[in-house]
């Protein structure tokens, strides 16, 4: 009874240690992915600033969180993917404003 107790935690102590590597991995995916979102971002910053066109695009933004909509049909996730995508949304356009900033100094 004790060793199967015993067992059974460490097996759930190997699987929380092999997920968490796996999470390891989706970061670091999702860094890179990112990072290459940040930089298109930037190009499409540069244009705007050469154009004089404001940052924020709001259509373009409902177009995006819509598209997440449509990649997931699961309604229990799709509201963290939501929010996650409006936080991304908003650090780019942050990201853009910092670099015009920086820019025009
Ligand atoms: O598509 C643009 O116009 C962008 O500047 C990119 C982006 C985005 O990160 O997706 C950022 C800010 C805008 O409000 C809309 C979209």
């Not at 670091?28 to 924020?56: H, N, W, Y």
Request: hydrophobic letters at 30%.
């Amino acid at each position: 009874m004790t060793n199967n107790i015993k067992s059974s935690t460490i097996s759930g102590h190997d699987e929380i240690q092999a997920a968490r590597r796996q999470i390891n991995q989706l970061d670091q995916s999702i860094i890179d992915l990112l990072k290459k979102r940040f930089e298109t971002s930037a190009r499409i910053g540069r244009i705007k600033e050469e154009s004089q066109l404001p940052v924020l695009d709001n259509d373009r933004e409902k177009q995006v969180l819509e598209q997440v909509a449509q990649h997931d049909s699961d309604a229990e996730t799709q509201k963290y993917l939501q929010n996650i995508f409006q936080a991304i949304l908003k650090n780019s356009r942050d990201y853009q404003h910092q670099l015009m900033q920086k820019e025009s100094k």
